[in-house]
């Protein structure tokens, strides 16, 4: 295919496939580098990577990308250099690549030792545009979902009749549409029901605060800090300390009577 960019240099559009969202720890498991030149041309370079380490189901699970494929790719070193001529004099570009997936790309070669750096390039993210204009705001779901503008907009009364609006819009819009979750599995998620809606908004929630999350076993996990994915009962058992110091510490009251809801219903296992 060709392009109708306007480039003075190369634009390479990437995205990476990792073992996990932590910045500093995990490594890219497959990469996709498609470098639009400023004739109209395109080049790729799609290839999976040699972590150098397992890769956790949950992640395997998102991308599809288990230990089995990637045992006998190159790793990110041995290809390190080759990848930094593919991107000489090249911008970067891709959908929320400035939290991710340039740090992790960084990250990576900083790690094996390798001259990169992003301080000349250009960096365009496609999601910064279109969070940009077509803003998720209540002003916004309301001329999409129902073509009206949104008089009076921030009143109490005038917010909350446009939320009941768009909600009865987006009941009759979404009822009976087939996505897929994660996994590639065809759902059908909205249904004029309220105890399906609230499943969509529930369905990891432990605390409003978003401290603790259900995993996809349905057990509580921490979702911060250094356990990270662990759950909250063998923190508790482990850590005798880490209790205290959350009770102790500038958490929301929610969090706290959850975390001690926890607590108790651990200890009554006993």
Same mark, same amino acid.
């Given at each position: 295919?060709?392009?109708?960019? &306007? ?17 500093? *720890? ?13 004739? @109209?041309? $395109? ?11 397992? $890769?956790? $189901? ?5 991308? %599809? ?14 290809? /390190?250099?080759?990848? !930094?001529?593919?991107? +000489? %004099?090249?911008?970067?570009? @891709? ?15 900083? =790690? ?5 750096? !992003? ?16 803003? =998720?705001?209540?002003?916004? /779901?309301? *001329? ?11 009143? /109490?009364?005038?917010?909350?009749? /446009?939320?009941? +609006? !768009? ?31 609230? +499943? ?16 996809? *076993? %349905?057990?509580?996990?921490? &979702? ?24 102790? %510490? ?6 706290? =009577? ?6 108790? =219903?651990?200890?009554?296992? *006993?």
């Amino acid at each position: 295919m060709q392009h109708t960019l &306007n480039l003075k240099n190369p634009l390479v559009f990437f995205d990476l496939e990792t073992t996990g969202t932590n910045i500093a *720890k995990d490594r890219i498991v497959e990469w996709a580098f498609i470098k639009a030149l400023p004739n @109209g041309e $395109i080049e790729k370079d799609v290839k999976k990577i040699n972590p150098e380490m397992p $890769i956790p $189901i949950e992640s395997s699970l998102v991308h %599809g990308i288990y230990d089995e494929h990637v045992k006998d790719a190159p790793t990110f070193k041995s290809i /390190a250099k080759n990848l !930094v001529k593919f991107l +000489e %004099g090249c911008d970067l570009a @891709g959908y929320n690549i400035v939290r991710f997936d340039v740090p992790v790309l960084v990250e990576e070669f900083l =790690r094996v030792g390798v001259d990169f750096s !992003v301080n000349n390039r250009k960096l365009v993210d496609a999601q910064k545009i279109f969070f940009m204009m077509e803003p =998720r705001t209540l002003t916004a /779901a309301y *001329k999409f979902y129902c073509n009206k503008s949104l008089e009076d907009a921030h009143t /109490a009364e005038a917010d909350t009749m /446009a939320t009941l +609006e !768009v909600l009865n819009a987006q009941i009759h819009h979404y009822e009976g549409v087939e996505i897929k979750d994660k996994e590639g599995k065809s759902f059908v998620p909205v249904h004029n029901d309220v105890n399906k809606l609230h +499943e969509l908004v529930n369905d990891k929630i432990v605390d409003f605060a978003g401290r603790m999350v259900f995993n996809d *076993k %349905g057990q509580e996990v921490f &979702n911060f800090g250094k356990f990270r994915g662990k759950p909250v009962e063998w923190v508790l058992e482990r850590e005798h300390g880490y209790y205290d110091w959350m009770m102790k %510490g500038d958490f929301a009251l929610d969090t706290k =009577r959850k975390l001690t809801e926890i607590k108790l =219903r651990k200890f009554n296992k *006993k």
